[in-house]
């Protein structure tokens, strides 16, 4: 099936995960109206889980309590030319993202490869970005989408290599399920484990809160605190 118009990009240019020309929508729908909120001074930030993702089995290792390395990524809904000089970012407990930085390039390493993985860099904290039905775009922008964890930036994986410096240890604190009811999330439901691939809905829309375990110089914490 051919992808819309907006959707083509140049084949030099590689993003975190594969494109599905439903994502935008997906996006689109998960994203609240209740107000974002920064990541607290805790290091507590909440990620979707996508349902293709956990129909395939490929994020077994999401169990709350146990400590994950991993690199949070952004889906983008859309983004703009940051007009503001400041960098910050903020995430709402159904993993909605906004944020402001520069777009720099992680290359891939390989001796045929000469692409790269694209990076929001926001005062020094990296994520990965996935442009989804967005085009591509470099420089300081604007960003908004939704957090999530990609199979195919795990340790090992020829992009997660590429943004090893966009990993951290996080411990899984709460995961949730959320049904949509007119395009809106219901009530929570609280998982102790993400579901069984066969039991994955696509009616359904799947969190966890991550909380950062990481070594932190205190100065990191209180640059986090004073970028609010």
């Given at each position: 099936?051919?992808k819309p118009a907006r959707a083509r990009r140049d084949k030099e240019r590689r993003v975190a995960g594969r494109h599905h020309e439903d994502r935008e ?123 999530y964890l990609d199979p195919e930036l795990s340790a090992g994986t020829e992009h997660g290599e590429a943004v090893a410096l966009c990993r951290r240890r ?59």
């Amino acid at each position: 099936m051919g992808k819309p118009a907006r959707a083509r990009r140049d084949k030099e240019r590689r993003v975190a995960g594969r494109h599905h020309e439903d994502r935008e929508e997906l996006v689109r729908r998960t994203l609240g109206r209740r107000a974002p909120r920064e990541e607290r001074w805790d290091g507590e930030l909440t990620v979707q889980l996508l349902p293709q993702h956990l129909a395939a089995g490929a994020l077994p290792s999401v169990v709350v309590g146990r400590e994950l390395e991993v690199a949070p990524a952004i889906y983008t809904a859309g983004h703009l030319p940051a007009l503001s000089g400041s960098e910050t970012w903020m995430v709402d407990e159904f993993g909605c993202f906004d944020g402001r930085g520069t777009v720099i390039a992680a290359p891939v390493s390989g001796d045929e490869c000469t692409c790269h993985v694209d990076v929001l860099d926001v005062a020094g904290r990296l994520f990965p970005v996935n442009w989804a039905a967005s085009e591509p775009a470099d420089g300081r922008l604007w960003l908004e989408g939704a957090l999530y964890l990609d199979p195919e930036l795990s340790a090992g994986t020829e992009h997660g290599e590429a943004v090893a410096l966009c990993r951290r240890r996080y411990r899984v604190r709460e995961i949730r399920r959320y049904l949509r009811t007119a395009f809106r999330p219901g009530a929570p439901v609280r998982l102790d484990a993400v579901p069984e691939p066969d039991e994955v809905s696509d009616d359904a829309m799947y969190v966890a809160d991550l909380r950062l375990v990481d070594d932190v110089p205190d100065a990191a914490l209180v640059g986090e605190v004073a970028s609010r």
